[in-house]
């Protein structure tokens, strides 16, 4: 049996994980984290679902991780790197689905995998990390004459844009088209823009409702486009990849990994 915390336990990835939990049979809810001003301190970490778990939530760190095995994040950039101080001074794995972060950010991650294993994925559907291939795939084919534009949906809550998939899905394309993406990224375009640089990779973003998560990726040439896409339905999908994920983490001491590791995609 795995035990888990689960960090940011009163959200919407909180919610999917805690459900994903109590059906399964090899985990164990060992924790739940929230932050110190959230009115879900102190109450049993089911109770938003109507279950009972014994498991109240908190804001102390070291008191949820202790004896514990994975601590899943899906929180925001700052809470997510104090649980990852704080878990690699336990020897707890993580699994983080956080997006966000900024290019220093990641290499502190980096930095924690030495010394404890991490999954870090902005997305833990088995359908964007096939997209993932696919668009390497595809732009190895594609890489003269067809321009390179993202485009991704969200819903209305979402606070940091482009999405991590959308980046991560630039950085497929650009690393298959031999482009660096800092240098090749486009991040929306307003004004006399002048004609579209053939080297440049898109990004468009679209905020609204309920929109669990989309992403496009465009490969348009002239006289044909072709478009890589996923739609997300349920959040589901993020939380049983994410489980997954601490379970690949089972026989892993340290090291960073990725969705295509706990898949088995990488050759
Ligand atoms: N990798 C993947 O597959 C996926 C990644 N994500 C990413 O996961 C993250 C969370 O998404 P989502 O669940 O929709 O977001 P929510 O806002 O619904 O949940 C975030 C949770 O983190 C908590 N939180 C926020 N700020 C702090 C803080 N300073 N300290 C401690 N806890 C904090 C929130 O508490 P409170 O509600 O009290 O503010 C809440 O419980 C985002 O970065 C998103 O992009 C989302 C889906 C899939
Ligand atoms: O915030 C979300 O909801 C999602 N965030 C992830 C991202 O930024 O890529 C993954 C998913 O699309 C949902």
Redesign the pocket.
């Known amino acids: 049996m795995q035990k888990i915390v689960i960090?940011?336990?009163?959200?919407?990835?909180?919610h999917a994980l805690l459900e994903g939990v109590f059906e399964d049979d090899g985990l164990e809810l060992h924790g739940a984290?929230?932050?110190?001003?959230?009115p879900?301190i102190g109450r049993d970490a089911g109770e938003q679902l109507g279950r009972k778990t014994g498991v109240k939530v908190t804001?102390d760190v070291a008191a949820a991780i202790r004896g514990a095995d994975v601590l899943v994040d899906?929180?925001?950039p700052?809470?997510s790197l104090e649980y990852l101080e704080a878990c690699r001074r336990a020897g707890v794995k993580l699994v983080i689905?956080?997006?966000?972060f900024s290019a220093g950010q990641k290499q502190q991650i980096e930095r924690a995998a030495q010394d404890v294993a991490i999954v870090f994925?902005?997305?833990?559907?088995v359908g964007v990390t096939l997209l993932i291939s696919l668009v390497q795939a595809a732009a190895k084919v594609l890489n003269q004459g067809y321009d390179v534009e993202i485009i991704e949906a969200h819903h209305r809550?979402?606070?940091?844009a482009p999405?991590?998939t959308a980046l991560r899905l630039g950085e497929a394309a650009a690393e298959a088209l031999g482009r660096n993406l800092e240098e090749a990224a486009i991040y929306g375009r307003q004004g006399v823009t002048g004609e579209r640089d053939p080297n440049t990779i898109g990004f468009a973003t679209v905020r609204g409702g309920d929109v669990v998560?989309d992403h496009t990726v465009l490969f348009a040439g002239i006289g044909e486009r072709m478009e890589l896409t996923h739609k997300a339905s349920s959040?589901a999908t993020?939380a049983l990849?994410?489980l997954r994920a601490a379970k690949f983490l089972a026989d892993r001491r340290v090291g960073l990994y990725d969705m295509q590791d706990v898949l088995g995609l990488k050759k």
């Not at 984290?33 to 959230?38: G, Q, T, V």
């Not at 689905?97 to 966000?100: K, V």
């Not at 994925?121 to 559907?125: K, L, T, V, Y």
């Open positions: 960090a940011g336990c009163s959200g919407r990835m909180g984290l929230d932050r110190a001003d959230s879900q804001a899906f929180t925001r700052e809470p689905g956080t997006t966000g994925a902005p997305n833990m559907s809550f979402k606070v940091d999405s991590g998560g959040r993020f990849g994410a």
